[in-house]
């Protein structure tokens, strides 16, 4: 059973950086995609960037590129966020999913495996 545990949220100021992880367990994941997703309070869970386990390709939102960077180890997923801004505060979620079917990397219904979240506040 895949498991994904974050961490590394907290409270920053604007302009400040954070790194966040997201540990894999239960699967080898080879023909997984693993993302990012995030959610502030009364708005819609948000695509923030993707990456294929094989391969390293990567995703990125409007928002996230250019300030954010996705990555991946052996079993771990990192998201190293810079030049914070206080629209960025939101739960930050870890997915998982297979590489395989109809939905796009960036979309929240190509994920079945989702962690318990980690808050990331910006302050202004």
């Known amino acids: 059973q895949v498991h994904l545990v974050e961490s590394g949220g907290g409270l920053v100021q604007t302009g400040g950086s954070l790194r966040l992880s997201c540990a894999a367990s239960?699967?080898?994941?080879?023909?997984?995609?693993m993302a990012w997703f995030r959610q502030a309070p009364g708005q819609d869970r948000e695509f923030v960037a993707a990456?294929?386990?094989?391969?390293?390709t990567t995703y990125y939102s409007d928002s996230a590129a250019g300030r954010f960077t996705i990555s991946r180890g052996k079993n771990t997923m990192w998201l190293q966020m810079n030049n914070l801004r206080p629209e960025d505060t939101a739960v930050y979620y870890c997915?998982?999913?297979?590489?395989?079917?109809?939905?796009?990397?960036?979309?929240?219904?190509?994920?079945?495996?989702w962690g318990q979240g980690t808050q990331v506040t910006v302050s202004s």
């Open positions: 997915a998982a999913g297979w590489q395989s079917g109809v939905y796009t990397d960036t979309a929240r219904e190509g994920y079945n495996h």
């Open positions: 990456i294929r386990w094989t391969g390293g």
């Open positions: 239960g699967d080898t994941f080879t023909n997984y995609r």
